[in-house]
Every structure is written in structure tokens, then in C-alpha cells.
């Protein structure tokens, strides 16, 4: 998954690049690419992760929503 942010300030950058370097984040700082290279990136890996998903559904690999539905009752009624 990738995520552009882009902070208002410093201050909110170095909190912003803290908190990823406390959870151990892989991350790229200060990346300079054109908005359409951005557009292009995200649509190819937005693509590729629906056809996982698609691959996955077909796989039998998916939860019933009734099945949930259910769960949560018993889980309720505990």
C-alpha cells in the first residue's frame, strides 16, 4: 500500500515522519514525482490489489456475511 501525505507545516512533518519511524514504517521522505506518475502508481497498485482480491473471492478464500452475522450473536449472547 502507498500513502502521500503532505504536512502543513514542519512541525506536523516531524511528528508525522516520528510516528512512522516509532512503528518501524517503511517510508520514503521528501519524494518529488509529477502528480500524474503519482495517479499512474496508485491506479496500477489499486488494480493489482482488486485482482488479489478477485483471485482470492474465487479461491473460496472470503468470510459469509450471514456467517458473521451469527457470530456476532453467539458473541452477544455470551
Known amino acids: 500500500m502507498s500513502v ?3 504536512t502543513k507545516n514542519e512541525q506536523e512533518e ?3 515522519l516520528a510516528f512512522l519511524d516509532s512503528l518501524r514504517y517503511n517510508y520514503q ?3 518529488r ?3 500524474d506518475e503519482f495517479n499512474s ?4 497498485e489499486y488494480n493489482a490489489e482488486i485482482e488479489q482480491a478477485d483471485a ?4 473460496g478464500s ?3 456475511h450471514d ?3 451469527q457470530l456476532f450473536q453467539i458473541r452477544h449472547s455470551s
Open 67 to 69: 456467517d458473521v452475522e
Open 4 to 6: 502521500l501525505g503532505n
Open 41 to 44: 502508481e496508485f491506479i496500477d
Open 56 to 59: 482470492a473471492i474465487e479461491a
Open 14 to 16: 516531524k511528528v508525522l
Open 33 to 35: 514525482k509529477s502528480a
Open 29 to 31: 521522505a521528501d519524494v
Open 62 to 64: 472470503f468470510v459469509n
